[in-house]
């Protein structure tokens, strides 16, 4: 099955102290854009005044002046679907990223073994270059300029810690997805608050399962709050700003190696398609009171699934999504269905004292939801191999450290006794 599928390659520009300039003026530029977009939005004006209003007075191109518009209009829309905290900000004080389209805002030109950039920073004002960036990206993108079946996208000049990057979208747009029909071992993924419970089931049994920890996302969100809470009973509302955002950053860059961990040991099963809890309409039943509340209506559940099924089909691997009702109370071994067999992390059936680990547990009964929506045969679930634990973690530089190998929790196969929680 082909689809069309878009990725970013990350690459360094590496400009001399003029040309640091002119970007940070390009890039100043976008804010003052961007920040009057908001401003006359909030006085009411219409949509395609605003437009017009700013590209009147805009120093960038005029192609670029319509991309930080559209990128504008975006935020605009996700506010006034509620989907947001409030409306975007009118003081944005950081640096803006230069959004540009390809052979219009920005070009790119392959010289031997580099790649030339050519960069509108202003108009009539531009910055070139080589880019230097990952072998397999430079690679990718040397495909992407001159196969017919790519496309080069959108750019974005970034930067991050001083130094600036150019952010490329590529799409392949043949590029080959299994279909899901064709699958024999169904991933189900259970996503929580502070790990992802996975589990491998095809129709002979549960091969295998894992279940997949990031702690610090929980205990960093929860300091973040309690740090904007402050902030906000003293009225230091650009702090709270700013902090926003590098809590939002901490959790993207978190999430991205979260989903990097499923897929990887998804493809390590035979024809494997990842099954996901259908999470349209979650926020409506979520009822625990204020405190609970907030941790998970703000939880980004959607974009965690969003960024496996965007890795997974990269890889070849397609994705499913199947009813989630009770696969957190369900018992798997005699079906009695309860919200007191679940006690945190353990799973103990009130009415046949079968136990195991919660979310390794929800995990194998979304399998075997995909494998019901597909009206294949559904083994029994009672007899579960060990449970393999890996946490996601950073060192001190911001790379990702090899994943935890040790035991988190031992089920007997045919005993199915909970044996050691290592917390």
């Given amino acids: 099955m082909q689809k069309s599928l878009t990725t970013t390659l990350v690459f360094q520009l590496k400009p001399n102290e003029e040309e640091e300039r002119l970007l940070n003026k390009g890039q100043l530029e976008a804010r003052r854009v961007v920040n009057e977009i908001y401003r006359l939005d909030k006085e009411g004006y219409d949509w395609n005044e605003i437009e017009q209003i700013v590209q009147t007075r805009s120093s960038h191109v005029k192609n670029t002046t319509q991309r930080l518009f559209d990128k504008a209009l975006d935020d605009l829309g996700r506010y006034y679907d509620e989907d947001e905290y409030g409306h975007p900000r009118q003081e944005y004080q950081e640096e803006y990223p230069i959004r540009m389209n390809y052979q ?13 950039y050519r960069v509108s920073a202003l108009k009539y004002k531009h910055v070139r270059g080589t880019l ?4 397999q990206h430079l690679e990718r993108l040397k495909t992407a300029i001159q196969s017919d079946d790519w496309r080069v996208g959108t750019a974005e000049v970034v930067n991050k810690c001083d130094k600036y990057e150019l952010h490329v979208n590529v799409t392949h747009k043949t590029a080959e997805v299994a279909d899901k029909r064709d699958s024999t071992t169904f991933i189900g993924v259970d996503v929580n608050e502070d790990c992802v419970g996975l589990a491998a089931v095809t129709e002979s049994g549960v091969e295998d399962s894992l279940v997949i920890e990031y702690p610090e996302v929980k205990k960093q969100r929860h300091e973040f709050f309690t740090i904007r809470k402050r902030m906000q009973e003293v009225g230091q509302s650009s702090l709270e700003r700013e902090l926003q955002g ?9 999430l991205h190696q979260v989903s990097r961990r499923v897929v990887d040991w998804a493809e390590q099963f035979e024809n494997p398609v990842i099954v996901f809890e259908d999470l349209k309409d979650m926020r409506d039943d979520i009822e625990y009171g204020t405190r609970m509340n907030r941790r998970l209506h703000s939880l980004p559940f959607a974009q965690l699934q969003e960024f496996v099924s965007y890795k ?10 199947v009813n989630p009702e009770y696969t957190s109370q369900e018992c798997p071994n005699c079906g009695h269905t309860s919200q007191s067999n679940r ?5 103990k059936c009130v009415a046949c004292d079968w136990q195991d680990h ?5 995990g194998v009964l979304i399998s075997a939801r995909g494998l019901e929506e597909q009206d294949r045969n559904v083994p029994a679930l009672n007899n579960l191999p060990v449970v393999r634990t890996r946490k996601v973690r950073r060192r001190g530089n911001g790379e990702c450290e090899p994943p935890d190998r040790n035991p988190f929790l ?14």
Avoid: C, M
């Avoid at 997974?312 to 999504?321: L, M, R």
């Avoid at 006690?343 to 799973?347: I, L, M, Q, T, W």
């Fill in 343 to 347: 006690r945190g992390k353990r799973f």
């Fill in 104 to 116: 219009e805002g920005y070009n790119l030109e392959i010289s031997g073994d580099d790649v030339e």
């Fill in 410 to 423: 031992t089920i007997g196969r045919n005993q199915g006794q909970i044996g050691s929680f290592r917390y």
């Fill in 358 to 362: 919660s979310d390794r547990k929800a």
């Fill in 246 to 254: 590098r809590e939002k950053q901490f959790v993207h860059d978190q």
């Fill in 312 to 321: 997974a089909s990269w890889n070849g691997i397609p994705t499913d999504k």
């Fill in 132 to 135: 230097h960036g990952s072998p």
